[in-house]
């Protein structure tokens, strides 16, 4: 294939060593190496094999901009010719995820997250900190080391506010730095990894002493090395594989089933059902991957068990592997989370190396391994058609269902996938059997639940309660309201959730009674705000959040997000087009066409929360607290 390479823009020695690092060296002249002379100069080999390899495109532009800090022309055209990608193709995905830089720029960004946990937690005032030392956002000073950009969520909620450090070059990487400041961020960029990178509150206050008694998901945290191998087995890790392997695949099927477990990123589809249908296709091969692209504002619960007990994660998938017959399996993590990836990939080195991923995984025959896939700062990603399409090297756009992931999912095969915290429940569903799961909880919704609990907290953190909690037990949990202060109102699931007033808190933590009350579980976010926090701003930054988060494939999303975001200023401007009634009418008619005519559910949940917020808090008509 001709693939028109970018005329005259050729990589420097440092791009691609950068490449060749990601995909090895290139086999030919080809692809990239040395060109020979004579006959063999007229011979191409290897092209069919190099575009099958198109999963490695992100990987190899991670590689770039890891090192370089930004990927320039040359280095795309190098990319390209490796991977017998269209230059085209490849500035498109370039271009589509935030972390990646098409332009110069210092080799290291303070990314501030502005989003809406952090904002209550002084994020704007660190913001304007960081213009005064650094200018600008994005707007480096000729010189310049370093330059900051404001950030959606990063996932650090508990400990807010947040910021992430990219930084390129050799021996250098990403590392987030929270509870922050602007003293603390201006050290970081002159000290690469400082020892305070992962400082702050505890991310899990049931595991401080007084330890909380029968945690299940969070049993391991705080408690066993999340490095260590032989510390997880010490703990009871790998007891759930043995069992598996002695009931085979039907026994697992039979007791997720039994367990009633239902996924916990927010879509609740039942997990035995799904691992059924993948198990019973006869196309081969069926693959497996794990969600860990919680790019949900508000919630790291996710990013605490992978930090924190990644092998367990490991054991999860390898049990699922075995149910539904995959034998390849990805972890698509998201690019802000750089310590879970570490341990993760720690994780994985370890249990190849004894035996717990592999060809023959503990001498039963059992073959099935893992690899991990960061993601580059896309919300979007967190769709599992969207996330499939970026571990193909294609832009994260959501695709049409049907059909489903269960018969053409990841390369067109048949795929499970399940996010971290579904899956680490498997482990006490085999281990207890599927009865004894489906003991906890209520009817509907089975076994343990973890909650994001942030905002105005006493003690933000992550929380494991079992279904049916209220979500007064909860917010007691975490020590009520920060100072004492009359809270105002409640963010329940998250930017795609919906807002919760005082009055409603007695509401039971399952699908059922959250469903009841015109709200929803989402993704286990708790965000509080107390009378002293601007819910305007809070809900134009949702606003805002969802028109910069629409990938734009379809219309109803892309312009109804805009046009939402636009009302809601007309409303707070009090320059409504016509009443403020009729904005809210507008509102609601933009919203109805997007749950309607969205591909996914980023445009069909974009207005949940702005709709609850018109409703219950009347933030735009003068009734309200604002």
Known sequence: MDLHLIPGATPTAEERAAVDAALGPPESGWDGGTRRSGREAQVARG??????????????????????????EGSLNYVCQRLSVPPAEAYGVAAFYAMFSLEPRPKTVVHVCDDIACRVSGALDL??????R?????????????TWLRSPCLGQCERAPAVMFQSAGEGRGDWSLAPATAADVTAGIDTPRAASAHSGVPSAPQTLAPRAPGLRLLRRVGVADPESLDDYRAHGGYAALRRAL?????????????????????????????????ARQPVRPHYLVCNADESEPGTFKDRVLMEEDPFAVLESMTVAA?????????????????????????????????GFLGDDILGEGLRFDVEIRRGAGAYICGEETALFNSIEGHRGEPRNKPPFPVQVGLFGKPTAINNVETLVNVLDIVLEGGPAFAAVGSDQSTG????????????????????????????????GVRGGRPLQAILLGGAAGVFVTPAEIEVPLTFEGTRAIGATLGSG????????????????????????????????CRVGTVRQEEALHRLAAKRPLGSAAQEALLIDEVAQAMRDASICGLGQTAAGAVQSALRKLHLFDGKGSA
């Open 47 to 72: 092209g069919m094999d190099a575009a099958r390899r198109r999963d490695l495109l992100l990987p190899a532009l991670h590689a770039i901009q890891g090192r370089v800090g930004w990927i320039s």
């Open 127 to 132: 913001c304007r900190e960081m213009e005064k």
């Open 134 to 146: 650094l200018g600008p956002p994005g707007e480096a000073k000729k010189g310049a080391s370093a």
């Open 246 to 278: 002695a009931i085979g695949p039907e026994g697992i099927l039979r007791e997720v089933l039994d367990s009633k477990l239902v996924g916990r990123g927010g879509a609740a589809f039942p997990t035995g059902r799904k691992w059924e249908a993948v």
């Open 322 to 354: 075995h149910a539904t017959a995959c034998e390849r399996g990805f972890i698509y993590v998201r690019g802000e989370y750089p310590l879970a990836i570490e341990r993760l990939q720690g994780a994985i080195e370890q249990a190849r190396t004894r």
């Open 448 to 479: 343990p639940k973890l909650f994001c609990v942030s905002g105005c907290a006493t003690r933000p953190g992550l929380y494991e309660v079992p279904f049916g909690a209220t979500l007064h037990q909860l917010i007691d949990l975490a020590g």
């Open 525 to 556: 976010v708790v965000m509080l705000f107390d009378d002293t926090v601007d819910l305007q701003d809070t809900v134009l930054r949702i606003a805002t959040f969802f028109r910069d988060e629409s990938c734009g494939q379809c219309v109803p």
